[in-house]
């Protein structure tokens, strides 16, 4: 989401700052300070506290996410991995190359699960385990993340869900599939609906959207009547330039993965329940995939909207909403849930936007009981 973005720009930019101050105390330790006696002889004096400083500032840049992790998160239980199942490669209409996973009984009713913008569907770790159990989990990558390549054009909210369409289609050519969406997962379900409405009726029967939004993440985020007011002037110009400089900021990102600075960044996307583990595992997605990919990404959200076609779902839809999500407000979750008949909303305490990581068990648990074909929620606004 652009607000994690761009606190991943700022410490960026504060880690490269450490580096750079860094390599200045070891070129004026090297220069050394002139000295004049009384005598009025003239030598230079190297203060060895330039070269200490300057190493520990440098160890700083190559090791501080162990010290921030230690600070930032709890110690884990149950740590999440990015880790991969079975996969294979599918052929989108797009012309993208998308990398699928599936796991659990062939025969059990199916999950198609579309994850978050910079991250990749190994950050469905606990979902894969505790609902394959009962349910066929299918997981992707978004084009042009992780392990799946975009075309050309595949970096859009209408390419994303023509790739989920296919998607839908090699994992479950007949059944009809229950959808899972967060952040810019849950955006793609609803473009699907907007602009696959016979395919969405007919192969669909049940959506479950997890902190998202219906309109350009930018009106429904903190501090949003500022970074409207800095789209255009500032934050578009500097995500079109990230698709330019994109070698040069991908070395930084992983500097500022190794400092830590992601670390920082992403902890703003999590609520109370945070672990070491899944803090760095949401932190090494946003670095491995590209900066000039997440860039695009961005700039096609900033001129996403599907709220008008959202009265026209007709499935079973389930909003969960995390009470301290930051990127994507409550009050988006509460508009999508007013607007699509019959909608329920659950309302997670104390977690962000990431929270189904943060509660793992309390959202997969919630998932499970909504794709079960002989039970469906009943609106509520009761938290879990």
Known sequence: M??????????????LLILALAGWLIWSWLEGVTTVEEAGRVYEVRQDWRLWTAGALLAWSLLGRFVVRLFLAQADTDPSRPERGPG???????GSSLFVETSGPVAAPTIVMTHGWGLDGTIWYYARRDLGGQHRVVTWDLAGLGRSRAAKDGVSLEAFATDLRAVI????????????????????????ARDHPDFFRERISGVV?????????????VFSPLMRALQKP????????????????????????LSGGTHCAMRFGF????????????????TRNAPGVQARGNLAMFHWGATDSLPGI??????????????????????????????????????NHMGFLELAEAYNSTIAAFAAPEARPATSGVAI
Not at 2 to 15: D, G
Not at 169 to 192: C, D, F, N, Y
Not at 242 to 248: M, N, R
Not at 325 to 341: H, M, N, Q, R
């Open 88 to 94: 294979q490669t599918i052929q989108s209409p797009t």
């Open 209 to 221: 959207l997890l902190n998202t939004t219906h309109t350009n993440p930018l009106r429904t985020m």
């Open 314 to 351: 007709d499935v079973s839809t389930l909003v969960l909403a995390g009470d301290l999500d930051i990127v994507t407000k409550v009050e988006a979750s509460e508009t999508i849930a007013d607007l699509i008949p019959g909608a329920s909303l659950q309302i997670v305490e104390g977690v």
């Open 271 to 286: 609520g109370r329940f945070v672990t070491r583990s899944q803090l760095d595992h949401s932190a090494l997605l946003t």
């Open 2 to 15: 652009p607000l994690l973005s761009v606190l991943r720009f700022a410490f960026t930019l504060l880690s």
């Open 169 to 192: 289609e090699a994992a479950s050519p007949r059944e009809k599939v229950t959808l899972v969406g967060h952040s810019i997962g849950g955006m793609t379900i609803q473009t699907l």
């Open 234 to 257: 500032v934050l578009e110009p500097a995500m079109r330039l990230a698709v330019l400089l994109q070698p040069v900021l991908w070395l930084a990102a992983w500097q500022n993965y």
